[in-house]
């Protein structure tokens, strides 16, 4: 079994409050070296590319880029997803790390600092340059533009020279930069209402996350730890995926047997039809 990404969250801490977030309850923690290694260790022969995040944004990690060495010694492809605050400040870790292959950078956070858009797009520019992929995201849209996406729009338009059409998924704006619009999802939680369950997603198939305490959850959206698997700081990941083998035929077969899966909306997305 092998998995096209395995999320880490390095960290479950974030400088931002954004409401479109999911607001952890877990314990907030920053990840050791240690149990990075440990980490790394167990899942490099199930993947090539691992993503350090859940929640929590990875820039503040101050072991960052010792992870990022880490990873490129266990020839592992990183990407990441970042809130652009600490951009400028961490640029030079990003532009000699040779493990980095993309970042995401939310500019739905958009705070009210002075010239955030501006620094972000010049950082964007200067790792894109160097053959790192920049995706800026939109994912917060509704179906009239708010006034901050539209006022990020006509920057991105400005500067980069180009008439951007919103109904695309995805704008090219330069090579190994790209603009991507999504809508405003929601989070998934056990507190929700029961949707299906027949459907199908990534998760467990294609991905899964570990969250900062070593908890297995077969999805990347699983931002409080509700479907946990186990936990390989207690027991290998090996043993994790062959004690759930029943959960991937499951997920092949569109049958959904965990109960967060059957209240996700989310994961609609991926469904041709929910019976």
Same mark, same amino acid.
């Given at each position: 079994?092998? &998995?096209?990404? $395995?999320? $880490?969250?390095?960290?479950?801490?974030?400088?931002? *409050?954004?409401? &479109?977030?999911?607001?952890?309850?877990? #314990?907030?923690?920053?990840? +050791?070296?240690?149990?990075?290694? *440990?980490?790394?260790?167990?899942?490099?022969?199930?993947?090539?590319? $691992?993503? /350090?995040?859940?929640?929590?944004? #990875?820039?503040?990690? #101050?072991? =960052?880029?010792?992870? /990022?060495?880490?990873?490129?010694?266990? %020839?592992? &492809?990183? *990407?990441?997803?970042? *809130?652009?605050?600490?951009?400028?400040?961490? %640029?030079?870790? /990003? !532009?000699? +790390?040779?493990?980095?292959?993309?970042?995401?950078?939310? !500019? @739905? +956070? &958009?705070? @009210?600092? #002075?010239?955030? =858009? %501006? %620094?972000?797009?010049?950082?964007?520019?200067?790792? +894109?340059? @160097?053959? $790192?992929?920049?995706?800026y995201r939109l994912w917060t849209l509704k179906d009239d533009l708010d006034l901050e996406s539209k006022k990020t729009i006509k920057y991105l338009e400005e500067h980069y020279h180009l008439n951007i059409q919103r109904y695309k998924d995805s704008v090219k704006l330069k090579p190994h930069c790209f603009l991507s619009f999504d809508k405003e999802f929601l989070w998934p939680s056990m507190s929700h209402s029961f949707v299906s369950q027949k459907g199908t997603c990534q998760g467990w198939r294609h991905m899964c996350a570990i969250l900062v305490d070593g908890s297995v959850v077969p999805c990347c959206l699983d931002a409080n730890g509700q479907a946990v698997l186990g936990n390989l700081f207690e027991t290998p990941f090996n043993?994790?995926?062959?004690? @759930?083998?029943d959960l991937l035929k499951d997920f092949q077969n569109h049958k959904l047997s965990l109960p967060l899966c059957q209240k996700c909306t989310y994961r609609k997305k991926f469904d041709k039809k929910i019976v």
């Open positions: 079994m092998r &998995f096209k990404k $395995i999320y $880490i969250e390095i960290t479950n801490q974030c400088n931002l *409050n954004c409401s &479109f977030c999911a607001h952890t309850k877990r #314990p907030l923690k920053m990840m +050791s070296i240690d149990e990075f290694k *440990n980490i790394i260790q167990q899942i490099k022969p199930y993947t090539n590319y $691992i993503y /350090l995040h859940v929640l929590g944004e #990875p820039l503040m990690h #101050p072991d =960052l880029e010792t992870f /990022l060495q880490i990873a490129y010694e266990n %020839k592992l &492809f990183v *990407n990441l997803t970042s *809130n652009a605050t600490l951009l400028m400040q961490k %640029k030079d870790i /990003l !532009l000699s +790390s040779r493990a980095l292959r993309q970042i995401n950078l939310s !500019l @739905h +956070s &958009f705070p @009210h600092i #002075p010239d955030y =858009l %501006k %620094k972000t797009v010049q950082a964007g520019d200067e790792l +894109s340059e @160097h053959g $790192i992929y920049v995706s043993d994790i995926l062959v004690e @759930h083998e």
